[in-house]
């Protein structure tokens, strides 16, 4: 039986590749250099801001450490001036929550977003209390494809391992699945090709979020709404 889903944000809730297409491009301008496509951007981010910062500068053969101390800040703090911008939800994502609420599955976030900025997101686009559970990154905490978080997630729902249903778009998502034991969905409509998701460990992979819905129904013996 399913009790729980857990998602990663970007890239399976929420379209943020534009979003973080402008702010990074801001960055490298602001330190002379040019311009990114939001193509490449999809296989430079997933693994936190800091990372994204340093795979940017290598894009373009321009690191160095001092110019990546001084654009991840910058970044960092321009993108939280409104990470909402150019942000927006995939598809089904609202009525497939609607359909977790109403059957007493609860939903948790784990995402190498900054805190603030996954709570920004979420609190715009879902109603109070549609996630029992955020879990962005903040000091001390450990990034994806680590399981900590996952882990603890589990245990604040009190759901074994068995119970749960893990969603992302990237390899490091199945990865974080994988390393907490956990049934790994990958979703093709984020940033990354579907051979990346099962070559990394994928139990199940879907083109939209109703899929997830008929799944649960049979696992759970739901009657499907006509």
């Known amino acids: 039986m399913i009790k729980a889903c857990i998602f990663d944000l970007d890239g399976t809730i929420a379209d943020t590749i534009e979003t973080i297409t402008y702010y990074a491009n801001r960055a490298l301008n602001k330190f002379g250099y040019g311009n990114i496509t939001s ?31 001084e654009m991840k800040e910058f970044y960092h703090d321009d993108y939280e001036t409104d990470s909402l911008y150019k942000t927006t939800i995939y598809d089904g994502i609202n009525e497939l929550m609607e359909f977790l609420s109403k059957n007493g599955i609860k939903k948790g976030v784990i995402t190498n977003k900054p805190q603030g900025a996954a709570e920004d997101v979420l609190k715009h686009f879902f109603k109070d209390g549609t996630f029992e559970y955020i879990s962005g990154v903040s000091e001390g905490t450990t990034l994806k494809p680590d399981s900590m978080r996952l882990n603890k997630m589990l245990d604040d729902m009190g759901v074994s391992k068995d119970e749960i249903l893990y969603f992302g778009d990237t390899k490091t998502d199945m990865e974080t699945a994988k390393n907490g034991d956990v049934f790994a969905v990958g979703v093709l409509w984020g940033f990354r090709p579907e051979k990346e998701l099962t070559d990394n460990g994928a139990d199940m992979i879907i083109k939209h979020p109703k899929e997830i819905i008929d799944f649960i129904c049979d696992k759970n013996n739901i009657k499907k709404d006509l």
């Open 39 to 69: 193509d490449r951007y999809k296989f430079l981010v997933g693994n936190g801001y800091e990372i994204l910062v340093k795979n940017m500068l290598n894009e373009l053969d321009v690191y160095d450490d001092k110019v990546y101390n």
